[in-house]
């Protein structure tokens, strides 16, 4: 069995829900006592911080379709319309995260978590990929740079979308989606031999290349419109801080097929925007990363058999 030291989860929204598949495959294979350090961005750091936590694979599901089910989290309608100009954002990202409260809760008796504390706790470091927006910047929180900083927060903060979710303020810095500047944050371990990176990469080709495409004799309502003007800023700035890093990774475990077709997956009405998951969606990308990284993990046995023989 190949072993890995360390681990970087791309972010991709919904999508993201396939990398319980691959935390499934490295928990059965007895994989994650060798895994010291996991970065990640977007819903990538959730699952970053989850694996940290060694959160019981069936509760972490569990957890994810208690979430989807919640309907403040899954959708805004048009009553919401004002915060978006009051508070920067329709909901707040930190509504993700209210499984992993309450599993420290339950487990730790805690409400919150620092990055120092989290090493020490865990024995992983964790490595949170966001944007800085007093910078427009990259940022990474982790526990040499920011070790007081909440873990949550800064998970929240990565998980951000913009003018979705209000932006996290943290030390007087506010915070949003880290896919905006670094989607998949593998050049931290640039000291680390590739060889020991388990790089996971959630990329669709064709959810990077198109929108869609929105008729000319359609009329064009506020949610339509913001839902095109967010795949254009999405798509654009993925080709720089994601799409353009892959081939600089020489052996990346590429989730390329979903079946998701859109990595937001997003249904417009004329009073709402919602995103469009059930739990069956849930299991069918469970079962995808499950399948991929065994996929991935059969050219290890090859060159273990090729060495024996």
Do not use: W
């Amino acid at each position: 069995m190949k072993y890995f030291t360390h681990l970087v989860f791309s972010g991709s929204a919904l999508r993201s829900f396939c990398l319980l598949g691959v935390l499934r495959y490295i928990y059965f294979n007895k994989m994650e006592d060798y895994i010291k350090n996991a970065a990640g961005t977007s819903m990538g750091s959730f699952f970053c911080l989850a694996f940290a936590l060694k959160i019981p694979i069936d509760e972490l599901e569990e957890m994810i379709i208690t979430l989807i089910n919640i309907p403040e989290v899954i959708s805004v309608s048009s009553d919401d319309f004002i915060n978006l100009f009051t508070d920067l954002g329709f909901n707040s990202s930190k509504l993700y995260l209210s499984g992993i409260k309450k599993f420290l809760k339950k487990k730790y008796d805690i409400e919150d978590i620092t990055f120092i504390e989290l090493s020490k706790l865990t024995g992983v470091n964790v490595f949170v990929s966001v944007t800085k927006i007093n910078t427009g910047k990259n940022f990474i929180f982790n526990v040499n740079d920011t070790p007081n900083v909440s873990v949550l927060d800064a998970v929240a903060a990565s998980m951000c979308i913009p003018l979705l979710s209000q932006p996290v303020k943290i030390d007087d810095n506010y915070y949003v989606d880290g896919c905006l500047t670094n989607n998949l944050p593998y050049e931290i371990f640039n000291n680390i031999n590739q060889d020991d990176i388990l790089n996971v990469a959630i990329y669709i080709k064709k959810d990077y290349e198109v929108t869609d495409i929105i008729k000319t004799d359609e009329e064009l309502n506020f949610f339509n419109y913001y839902k095109q003007i967010c795949s254009i800023i999405y798509s654009n700035s993925l080709h720089c801080s994601y799409i353009s890093k892959l081939p600089n990774f020489k052996n990346p475990l590429l989730i390329s097929d979903s079946p998701f077709t859109s990595f937001y997956n997003i249904k417009v009405s004329d009073d709402s925007i919602a995103f469009n998951i059930k739990d069956d969606d849930v299991q069918n990308l469970i079962l995808q990363g499950f399948r991929d990284i065994s996929n991935y993990m059969k050219q290890f046995e090859i060159i273990e058999e090729v060495s024996v023989s």
